[in-house]
């Protein structure tokens, strides 16, 4: 998908919801697992009751490739039913170099046709470079994540600048605003001013909010740009709204919730 | 596998040469194309060949992934058919926190029963420490990588040391020489010397010999322990030595050259 048509959607919508498929066997409610395929009948309800209020389908792949081919074949019915005009993310953290990226960027832009994936700096251009090869499609880098981890390197001070900052810095010169995106996990108004004064321009795809502890006001009132410029991600606080057999209504009416906060900065 | 056998193996063969299965259905005999499983017949025929000259097979992931499902059946065929004895790495390059990287775990330890798993270290203690909870499996951390690439954040300054030197020192405070590796592409004598002297006991996983430049006495020679403590990977160099009817025998040469090269030093 192109940068104008994701734009497009955000403005139609009035949201910048991403909801996350890290759909658990063990999460989703009972009776779903008579069906033959109880991760896809699953997504396939969230997707029908959240679709209205979303731009983006987050899909983890750690929750697929855990159940071998079924997975995977779970995966593909998914990725197939997600409507044509919401931009869908492998969240797949790939990070290899050279003919190994090359594979990897088959694998979630040809194979399984994504609009984007998400992708590890650590070893550097090589790693990333492959992934903006291709006309709408997108690498989604990590730069700051939420987890208590990241202040193990990320946070880290790297010469005149916090290593977070140097990947965004460098990352950014590989690729464009229309080809490249970064995870930034910010949950604290500073750290999202910041980050958005680095990058004026590039879309962040932002999680966190919900049971991370991050809310939309200040993701939105302090990240925001002229086109929208982030993607927030909820997970459990959609899908798993409700375990028993209403749950596809409870994502309904959470997504929605969502989606009208953030309405008001569209 | 548990470090006492991995080391009995590797001084019964005098060797620690680890065949790198990125077997690529565009690189193999043109004739194994009218094979049922092509990827598994060149792997079962590579197994056979060079067996018993290795230590470990390393099985590039996005090799497989980028055949979908096709892929990962060979994938399981092929990690089916290594013999018990030989210690067996996911490169899969995982990097992701709490119940997504615990889902990793289930893939590559359960659904996949590999040994071990590459990850990657980005996101810190918790996208690693689930890799770590399993009893004689390994997790294979990056630390510093042999792609030009490497330079971009791996060898820059992060207060008193250079980033990869920061990432090894955490990494290896949060499991033992008995369940963590590194990946350590070095191909220079000051920098084998280096890591060796800041991580006397870890295994390193060593690519970038052959195909990338580096040599089997400069890594033998300065970055061996007690316990060889060196997997050297060789990829290209063995499973793509012919790519004629003869590949198989020319594997097995491949590898016995490189045998006989590691048994000096063991």
Redesign the interface.
């Known amino acids: 998908m192109e940068r104008a048509q994701l734009v497009k959607q955000i403005f139609g919508r009035r949201s910048v919801l991403c909801v996350g498929l890290?759909t658990?066997l063990n999460k989703i409610p009972r009776h779903l697992l008579r069906e033959a395929d109880p991760g896809f009948s699953f997504n396939k309800a969230i997707i029908d009751a959240t679709k209205e209020y979303t731009v983006a389908y987050k899909i983890?792949t750690?929750?697929y490739?855990?159940?071998?081919?079924r997975g995977?074949?779970s995966l593909?019915r998914t990725l197939e039913y997600i409507p044509e005009d919401i931009f869908t993310i492998a969240d797949a953290?790939?990070?290899?170099?050279?003919?190994?990226?090359d594979?990897?960027a088959?694998?979630f832009f040809?194979?399984?046709p994504f609009d984007s994936v998400t992708v590890?700096?650590?070893?550097?251009?090589?790693?990333?470079k492959p992934f903006l090869q291709r006309k709408d499609k997108w690498a989604i880098v990590?730069g700051l994540?939420s987890?208590?981890?990241?202040?193990?390197?990320?946070l880290?001070?790297?010469?005149s600048e916090l290593?977070y900052e140097?990947?965004l810095r460098?990352v950014a010169s590989w690729g464009s605003p229309d080809n490249l995106m970064f995870v930034i996990g910010a949950t604290r108004k500073e750290q999202l001013q910041h980050v958005r004064q680095m990058l004026p321009d590039h879309f962040f795809l932002v999680p966190g909010v919900g049971a991370q502890g991050g809310d939309v006001p200040t993701v939105c009132g302090n990240a925001m740009n002229k086109d929208g410029g982030v993607l927030i991600n909820v997970s459990r606080g959609v899908i798993y709204a409700s375990n028993g057999e209403d749950f596809a209504d409870e994502a309904a009416k959470a997504a929605k919730a969502y989606r009208d906060e953030m309405a008001v900065y569209l």
């Open positions: 890290d658990d983890n750690a929750f490739e855990a159940q071998g081919i995977w074949e593909q953290k790939r990070g290899d170099i050279g003919n190994t990226a594979q990897y088959k694998t040809e194979t399984y590890a700096p650590y070893m550097g251009s090589d790693s990333v990590l994540t987890n208590a981890g990241s202040a193990d390197f990320q880290q001070q790297c010469g290593l140097k990947v460098a």
